[in-house]
């Protein structure tokens, strides 16, 4: 995966690293499939914690995330043979959580349709007024420490289809390639820089109301300009 | 002035390289923009600050304890699968059978030439009763393996089958071969047992390597609704009977079993 925002050296260290992590997991699937089932254990305590961040974000909740990690190795140990092994094995496991948190979250969103009454929507869409009140707490950090505004950043999360939730954790927040993107949501390139930017703008336009004013205010008093991201998108 | 887009001012924050320059000058020098991309910045940081619960490194370990029980002996191997011995042992053995069969009817080819068709369809039909009655045979011995396994003892929570799997995995593909050339033959009762068989014998080798008793007892009942083990061993029967018989005219299965399925 390609990473962004990262001077050259640590750029070097994490690729040598990488390369090294590649070689040793290329070696745990051959011995794999050649019947140690054991070796498998590497890959396996190697990537949790990445699949963790990801299926976490994807999904939002723990329970669920530590099911995709888990169908994701099963997954991936059932179909070992179709690995390449030229291919990272970090990265094609990262691949098949993303594509079954996906079918989860489309799951999920089905029987939730199914289970929410009217009266139940109504009542989860209607606005508490205190919500409205401005904070007068400035920084991000607070921010995010702010229950109400929490509940409206995982609302916001929430509503955005499952492929703009895919695009924007994969992007924003694992700093993926938009190729990568793509091949998850199974679309083109340039449809999946579109999902990217459609998800920005859908939470923009659902938490601006309540971040925008004061973050621009704290970003005119700090005086720079905000970091842009570094690699191509 | 020309105002940056949204699309640009999102693409710039989230990396677009695409005049990014240019981008970058104009920000500079126009505060609408500047203020624009502030705002999107600020709603970017917060959601930065949403918590992420943290995995440790034994979180691994703990993943690996969990779904280490449900791993098949031995990873998926997709398209090499084609390259394992035991499917060169299975097409090999339906390649020698075809084999043998041609051979045989080219030299039973009588010098009458009265009777010459029945000859050589008898000897491929014996070829192929051969074949199928050691195949039914070794099916019969899973599937009895399986009914008759006792529940695991009391502080054994599960038991495996993951021997028993193997063997039905490796049978299915002689299994599909078999009950096609019995369509194509026209022997429907035993094509219709074959059929019944390969089911038992997938169900056998798509369930959990370590079943509980609960579950154990339910692949039990199953293999026990098809009645297959009582038409495997009709049909074995039969087909051990015509091997006897030397000059058998070509007949389909007469099974018992096929009709019993069919009531």
Known sequence: MIRMSESAGSTQAREALQSAARESDAIAVERTLAGERDAFRVLVERHSQQLFRLAYRMTGNEHDAEEVVQEAFLRAYRNLGQFGSRANFGTWAYRIAANYAIDRMRQKRTEDARRQTPSALAEEQEQDPL?????????????????????????????????????????????????????????????????????????????????GARGALQAKAAGAAPEPRGTEL | MKHLT???????????????????????????????LDRLEAVLSALDNLPLPERGPEYGRAVWQKIAPQLPEKAGRGWRAWFEPRRWVAIGAMAAIVIAAFVAGRWSKPRDSGAPAASVAQVRERVLVVAVGEHLGKSEMVLMELANATPPAPGQKQINIAAEQQRAEDLLDANRLYRETAQQSGDAALADVLDDLERVLLDVAHSPQELTPAKLESLQKRIEAHGILFKVRVVGKELQEKQKTPNSAPAPTESKAGGRNKA
């Open chain 1, 131 to 211: 919500d409205l009140v401005p904070d007068e707490r400035p920084t991000p950090d607070r921010l995010a420490g702010n229950v109400e505004l929490r509940k409206k950043m995982e609302q916001a999360l929430k509503e955005l289809s499952s492929s703009e939730r895919t695009a924007f954790v994969m992007r924003h927040w694992e700093g993926c390639a938009i190729e990568e993107i793509a091949a998850v949501l199974k679309s083109t390139t340039s449809a999946a820089k579109n999902t990217v930017f459609r998800s920005v703008q859908k939470l923009r336009r659902a938490l601006e109301p309540y971040v």
């Open chain 2, 6 to 36: 949204e699309e640009e001012l999102i693409g710039y924050r989230e990396g677009e390289t695409t005049q990014r320059e240019g981008i970058a000058e104009h920000l500079t020098s126009c505060t609408a923009c500047r203020t624009e």
